[in-house]
């Protein structure tokens, strides 16, 4: 079975400073991970998503991730967050290339919280 | 175009009552997913459908919950004798094909809360 962990429950950053969720995976089969974002009273959001070939991975509103396999990472950063980045940020995983599969399976999620 | 519509944005209701609650996806999505997100964590797979037919219910939590999609298009979650755990916010997603690449676009989600 597949699993996701995100580390940090909260994770509070002054405004324009660099952020880093994290997220760990556990699998025994290759999978597609992606990071969501859930801003107050709004649905959830595509922010990037891992497929295949570069390991770095560049989303919208200036997120990346880089996939690490041997460490099961997948570790979500911005080098300067805007008051507008609040939101909830989830990591996610789906296995590729079985119909009763395409099942999102997500982590607890982590709340970003900027300071003025 | 429209994204995907959920209604009611809120339902409140007693333990015991029947509720039904409605998925619009976006025209000409073929698959359709349901999910559940209690207060505090991701959200969990409930059901899976590809078409009209429901291609795992595997997340479904007990035989109080169903869910159809007569025509392939407007799905709706159907749940017997509510429990106060059932508490939750209702997330339904379709994408344009059931691959894992095809990205799954997630609607406000129905707010149930279960007195």
């Known amino acids: 079975a597949q699993s996701v962990t995100q580390l940090d429950s909260q994770v509070p950053v002054f405004e324009e400073a660099p952020v880093e969720l994290r997220c760990n995976y556990s699998?025994?089969?290759?999978?597609?991970l992606f990071w969501y974002v859930q801003y107050p009273n709004q649905g959830l959001q595509l922010l990037l998503k891992?497929?295949?070939?570069?390991?770095l991975v560049k989303g919208i509103n200036g997120f990346e991730a880089e996939f690490n396999k041997s460490q099961t990472s997948f570790h979500l950063r911005k080098p300067s967050v805007h008051i507008s980045d609040t939101a909830e940020y989830f990591c996610a995983v789906t296995i590729p290339g079985y119909s009763s599969a395409s099942k999102i399976i997500f982590g607890s999620g982590t709340r970003l919280s900027i300071r003025p | 175009g429209a994204g995907v519509s959920q209604t009611p944005s809120n339902k409140v209701t007693e333990k015991g009552k029947y509720v039904e609650l409605r998925c619009d996806p976006i025209?000409?999505?073929?698959?359709l997913y349901w999910y559940r997100q209690s207060l505090g964590q991701g959200p969990e797979f409930l059901i899976y459908?590809?078409?009209?037919?429901?291609?795992?219910d595997s997340g479904l939590p007990n035989d109080r919950f169903f869910a159809v999609r007569p025509e392939g298009s407007v799905s709706t979650l159907k749940i017997q004798r509510t429990e106060r755990g059932d508490s939750a916010v209702y997330l339904c997603?379709?994408?344009?094909?059931?691959?894992?690449?095809?990205?799954?676009?997630f609607g406000p989600g129905t707010r149930l809360t279960v007195l």
């Open positions: 997603a379709s994408s344009l094909q059931d691959r894992g690449i095809d990205t799954q676009y």
């Open positions: 459908f590809q078409g009209t037919g429901a291609a795992d």
């Open positions: 891992y497929l295949s070939g570069s390991t």
């Open positions: 025209s000409g999505h073929t698959a």
């Open positions: 699998s025994s089969v290759s999978v597609y």
